[in-house]
């Protein structure tokens, strides 16, 4: 199996380079069920990347001779708290803490310097009483589907920058994705809000933790997340 994909410049992390989560639902589209994808490389933006079959029943993104990404099914453990109200997530957004100075402002996921509608927009900020971080997510028209659901690959998308946040706790670490491990558990419409919450699991070295999850306002979780991010050397 050998096929094409393109990574357009709106879908953005860093400026020049594919977001993490949304490069991470390209490749995550070619596997049945929970996914984990690698991230080996920035993945580029407006650029024929090439996708192969690899051992296992994974695939393989690749820029020319070089490794973009890997994905292979993988059952994913993980724990998921259960979810703020809307309120309560409408709420923390008021302490997302890099609506100024934030490292990659026009990133499609977080980014704040992005027009209306353009991004996802999601800010999330502590809750008062405990470690997760959360935010009321309104997805627009143009990121959904014939049938009016959020597309596959924006929703990995969203589980992808809310864990960093968490992760670091507030502080500013530069890092990237390495490695999304995720699963979408049924579909989600994009005719109402939705919350989506991350909460810190860990560190070891430069490597930080977390779990993301996507849930109705009702509290059905739709969708959930391992993120693994690698703080940049100095």
Request: charge should be negative; hydrophobic fraction near 45%; charged fraction near 15%.
């Amino acid at each position: 199996m050998q096929s094409a994909a393109i990574i357009p410049g709106r879908f953005n992390g860093p400026p020049d380079s594919g977001n993490g989560g949304y490069s991470c639902g390209v490749l995550a589209a070619y596997i049945t069920g929970p996914a984990r994808v690698r991230l080996h490389v920035p993945p580029p933006l407006d650029r024929a990347l090439r996708i192969s079959a690899a051992e296992g029943g994974g695939v393989s993104l690749y820029d020319g001779e070089t490794l973009v990404g890997s994905a292979e099914p993988a059952a994913l453990q993980l724990d998921v708290p259960a979810p703020p109200s809307p309120e309560e997530a409408l709420a923390a957004m008021s302490g997302f803490p890099w609506y100024e100075g934030h490292a990659f402002p026009t990133c499609f996921v977080c980014g704040p310097g992005r027009s209306q509608h353009d991004g996802l927009a999601l800010f999330p900020g502590p809750l008062a009483e405990a470690e997760i971080h959360a935010c009321l997510w309104r997805p627009a028209a143009d990121l959904l589907d014939i049938g009016g659901n959020i597309r596959p690959e924006i929703l990995w998308a969203a589980l992808d920058c809310p864990g960093y946040f968490a992760a670091m706790d507030g502080q500013s670490r530069p890092a990237l994705l390495g490695e999304l491990a995720g699963e979408l558990h049924s579909a989600a419409s994009g005719a109402d809000a939705l919350v989506v919450y991350a909460w810190p699991l860990g560190s070891q070295g430069r490597k930080f933790y977390a779990g993301t999850a996507i849930a109705t306002a009702r509290g059905e979780v739709v969708a959930r997340a391992r993120s693994t991010w690698i703080v940049l050397q100095a």
